[in-house]
């Protein structure tokens, strides 16, 4: 999958979290981030904070491989 902005890093997101069976709670939990941050991040919000993104994506098993064009 090529993710070209917030908006479709947040969907791809929310669409493991749900395949998971996780919850936003949860997942705040596992990751150490708060429920507020996940909604914002699956929202697409373009000014979350990086790392805490990098946790949440660790915590779904997923990672980035950033590729040149």
Same mark, same amino acid.
Do not use: W, Y
């Given at each position: 999958?090529? +993710?070209?902005?917030?908006? &479709? +890093?947040?969907?791809? #997101? /929310?669409? *493991? /979290?749900?395949?998971?069976?996780? *919850?936003?709670?949860?997942?705040?939990?596992?990751?150490?981030?708060? +429920?507020?941050?996940?909604?914002?991040?699956?929202?697409?919000?373009? *000014?979350?904070? #990086?790392?805490?993104?990098?946790?949440? +994506?660790? &915590?779904?098993?997923?990672?980035?491989?950033?590729?040149? /064009?």
């Amino acid at each position: 999958m090529i +993710l070209k902005d917030p908006q &479709s +890093l947040g969907a791809l #997101i /929310r669409e *493991t /979290r749900k395949q998971s069976r996780v *919850t936003q709670k949860d997942l705040a939990l596992v990751a150490g981030a708060g +429920l507020r941050f996940i909604g914002e991040l699956e929202n697409g919000k373009p *000014t979350c904070h #990086i790392g805490k993104v990098f946790e949440v +994506l660790r &915590s779904l098993g997923l990672e980035i491989k950033v590729e040149r /064009r």
